[in-house]
């Protein structure tokens, strides 16, 4: 099975230190649906996670967070493009559970999903814990400098270097390098 990992806030839509606390918040960055498109027209399943501490934080409830990912699943929908799956965390840094990134959980919900192992399955993120939740189920990570991917590219070079991480513009860039390499 081909599968992609996306997380959402910084990869798919525009992030906010301020939180994304409604369906009007929501928007997306430019090519990023196109991007899942065109990975759908290619045989992929897309899975996304993310994590949604504003939940527990009282920012928006679960309701909100649904038509949040209702919109993005609309705005797909006339482009040729779906999301098959969404997991999210809605727990604060203090939880210290195992599904918030950079932990693995939401990783291990996709593999148990899916019914298929995630080694060597891109995981497309913005944050270093993005990553680190990738490396940890044998994922490979991919960095986009939207959102907070410029940051996450000054703070940790070394690290991503080392880990041989690529890194593009945005979702657009790494989907068309993907589908080159899967030529």
Request: hydrophobic share 35%.
């Amino acid at each position: 099975m081909k599968l992609i990992i996306l997380d959402r806030d910084g990869v798919i839509n525009q992030d906010s230190d301020a939180y994304i606390k409604s369906e009007e918040e929501w928007q997306q960055i430019p090519g990023s649906l196109e991007a899942i498109a065109q990975l759908n027209k290619h045989g992929y399943k897309i899975a996304v996670t993310t994590n949604q501490s504003g939940i527990n934080r009282g920012f928006y409830d679960h309701d909100t967070l649904n038509s949040m990912h209702n919109k993005l699943r609309r705005l797909l929908t006339p482009l040729g493009g779906k999301i098959d799956a969404i997991f999210y965390c809605p727990h604060i840094p203090e939880d210290q559970c195992t599904c918030r990134k950079p932990m693995p959980g939401l990783f291990h919900r996709v593999n148990q999903f899916f019914g298929t192992p995630l080694n060597g399955v891109f995981a497309i993120g913005d944050s270093f814990r993005d990553l680190q939740a990738a490396m940890q189920v044998s994922a490979k990570p991919v960095l986009v400098l939207t959102g907070k991917g410029k940051i996450t590219l000054d703070k940790n070079a070394d690290e991503i270097k080392t880990h041989n991480i690529p890194v593009f513009q945005n979702l657009s860039a790494a989907v068309q390098e993907i589908l080159t390499r899967q030529s």
